[in-house]
């Protein structure tokens, strides 16, 4: 590795902020993919007819579900990359975010059909605007799977591409092309809905991505493939996926507490509170096992610095305030509209707002990263 150019066994040579360029594209369209939704969310509740005492709840799962599916894939497709390979690994997860974004745009015709057509031949009459509502949080679940993993294996590149004492800057280049993406998801799927139905918009990440590949794999090609020894913590993996899993179903049980409903608040229901006890006993699990791993999927040591563990809790309480706003205000903002035209215009709205939170996080990044360099 060297500071300006990275090179591979041949003579030819690549500038790494051009790589890092290309590898911030792809980031970029992940992270809009999860505000995107805001925009389209309340005509998509018209257009389904779902009922209105529990639409925002029921709907509220493209966004929750993109964003668990995201963070799953953030916890162990970096490690993963170690071990495979960065290139490789990065182009697999642009395919599945291709094929994640095919199936949202799709969801309401054929593959909702099927569903259905399954549920019948069980014996099941469900509302086919909840199977469709079904097939949609699904797709969201695939594209968000390969959106996360950008992200990790993106900061991985970084230390493939730069010394230690110079990847402050493209990583705050990473995080700043990331919180873009939340920005201007909202701006854009509001400016776009305007012209376009909402299925649009999925439609147009697949060109987008297409592109973005092919830059990945002209800037990756003479970049050194890293790879390290060891094992993949599977363990780990399972015991982490399934403690987020629960505390999201456990925290998202009641489907009357919602900014549509506070007059009929009613108490969580039978199955929350296992759910929440599992998810702990499962986040202590992968404790016990982080600390036993030879290779573990998060080195738990790294939190004995003061520095990180600080960093690491003001992130936390951060991205919790971050995403309260991400979720709840377009569904307040939209939840007197009374029209399709409003709740189209609404969307911009919405856009606006959140960007008065997200946008100086954004510009705040690139600098931030210039300054502990210093």
């Not at 509001?190 to 909402?198: A, C, R, S, T, Y």
Request: net charge neutral; glycine share 8%; aromatic share 10%.
């Amino acid at each position: 590795m060297l500071a300006n150019k990275t090179k591979n066994d041949g003579d030819h040579a690549v500038n790494p902020w051009v790589v890092m360029a290309f590898i911030a594209i792809p980031v970029f369209i992940g992270s809009l993919d999860l505000t995107v939704v805001s925009a389209f969310l309340p005509e998509l509740i018209n257009e389904l007819q779902l009922p209105v005492q529990t639409a925002l709840d029921d709907a509220s799962w493209i966004v929750t579900a993109y964003l668990l599916a995201y963070t799953i894939s953030l916890t162990f497709m970096g490690r993963l990359s170690d071990l495979l390979g960065r290139r490789w690994v990065y182009v697999v997860c642009l395919v599945v975010f291709i094929i994640g974004s095919i199936w949202v745009a799709i969801a309401t015709t054929w593959p909702a059909d099927w569903l259905y057509d399954l549920y019948r031949r069980m014996g099941e009459r469900p509302d086919p605007a909840y199977v469709k509502l079904q097939v949609i949080i699904v797709g969201r679940v695939v594209e968000a799977l390969g959106a996360g993993a950008l992200v990790p294996v993106s900061l991985a590149l970084v230390g493939d591409l730069f010394p230690p004492l110079k990847r402050a800057r493209p990583l705050g280049l990473v995080a700043a092309t990331d919180t873009l993406g939340w920005v201007l998801g909202p701006v854009y799927g509001g400016l776009f809905i305007q012209i376009m139905p909402w299925e649009g918009l999925f439609w147009m990440n697949v060109p987008l991505t297409l592109l973005s590949l092919f830059l990945v794999l002209y800037g990756l090609r003479e970049v050194p493939q890293v790879r390290v020894k060891g094992r993949f913590d599977y363990i780990g993996t399972v015991l982490i996926v399934g403690a987020l899993s629960c505390l999201s179903l456990g925290l998202g049980a009641n489907v009357d507490i919602s900014g549509a409903s506070l007059e009929n608040l009613s108490p969580l229901p039978e199955y929350a509170a296992p759910v929440l006890g599992l998810g702990v006993l499962l986040f202590l699990g992968f404790i016990v096992v982080e600390r036993r791993f030879r290779d573990p999927l998060i080195n738990l040591a790294m939190f004995a610095r003061r520095n990180l563990s600080a960093a690491s809790v003001v992130n936390l309480f951060v991205g919790y305030c971050l995403f309260i706003g991400l979720v709840n205000v377009p569904l307040l903002v939209n939840i007197r509209q009374e029209s399709v035209a409003t709740l189209t215009e609404a969307a911009l709205e919405v856009g606006l707002l959140l960007s008065t939170l997200t946008l100086p996080m954004a510009a705040a990044a690139i600098p931030g990263g210039w300054l502990s360099e210093r």
